[in-house]
């Protein structure tokens, strides 16, 4: 069965500097990876996804995420953190077998970065 | 892109009715549509697959008869919450995939804004 970890519930950071928003994951066959963002009462927007190719991926907004099959993660990752990017962030992973359209997100994680 | 519409944003209802939620896909035609449940502070959990034309598929514990999916064209998904209870109290979203930009856009999950709906 497929399943996505964030250890963290809430990460602090304070503004530009770099931030790490964990998340590690479980699958069966090839996993495909993604990053959504949630703002309040509002729906989940995407901000980048792994499929196949270079581990490191860049995504919207100057995040990025880099897979690691070993370790089974894709940390969210920023060099440097906005106020503006305060929000609950989601982790998810479909499982790449054929016919399988399921996503499962993990528990979300709340970054708070202060001025 | 990709644009999901969900309506209401909102909605209040009395306890004993039934609410109707709609999911549109604006701009590309959605096969299949996913709606999750997301309870506060908490992840979002997948109730259903919502499959044009045919029958939804439901995950384990989510009651069919309490959550009416219907799917019946490329475009609108609806999920009606029937004889609603305080518990069932929620913030819902729907999300579809766009297939027309091939393989690469297919995999992203395109998200509706959510509806909060509050039975009293």
């Known amino acids: 069965a497929q399943s996505v970890a964030q250890p963290e519930d809430q990460v602090n950071v304070a503004e530009g500097n770099p931030l790490t928003v964990k998340c590690t994951y479980s699958?069966?066959?090839?996993?495909?990876l993604f990053w959504y963002v949630q703002y309040p009462n509002r729906g989940l927007q995407f901000l980048l996804k792994?499929?196949?190719?270079?581990?490191l991926v860049k995504g919207s907004y100057g995040f990025e995420a880099e897979f690691n099959k070993s370790q089974t993660s894709f940390h969210l990752k920023k060099p440097s953190a906005l106020v503006s990017d305060s929000a609950l962030y989601f982790c998810?992973?479909?499982?790449?077998?054929?016919?399988?359209?399921?996503?499962?997100f993990g528990t979300g994680t709340r970054l708070k970065v202060l001025a | 892109g990709a644009v999901v519409s969900q309506h209401p944003s909102w909605v209040i209802c009395k306890s004993g009715t039934s609410v109707k939620i709609e999911c549109r896909s604006l701009?590309?035609?959605?096969?299949?549509m996913f709606w999750y449940r997301q309870f506060p502070k908490q992840s979002l959990m997948l109730m259903a697959t919502?499959?044009?034309?045919?029958?939804?598929?439901?995950e384990q514990g989510v009651e069919k008869d309490k959550f009416l999916i219907n799917h019946a064209s490329l475009t609108l998904s609806t999920l009606t919450v029937t004889s609603a209870h305080p518990e069932d109290s929620s913030f819902y979203i729907c999300?579809?995939?766009?297939?027309?930009?091939?393989?690469?856009?297919?995999?992203?999950?395109?998200f509706g804004a959510g509806s909060r709906l509050t039975v009293l």
């Open positions: 701009d590309f035609q959605a096969t299949t």
């Open positions: 998810a992973v479909r499982d790449g077998l054929k016919g399988t359209y399921k996503y499962i």
């Open positions: 999300s579809a995939r766009d297939l027309t930009g091939g393989s690469s856009g297919a995999n992203v999950l395109t």
């Open positions: 919502s499959n044009e034309g045919s029958k939804a598929t439901y």
């Open positions: 699958v069966s066959g090839n996993p495909y």
């Open positions: 792994y499929i196949t190719g270079d581990n």
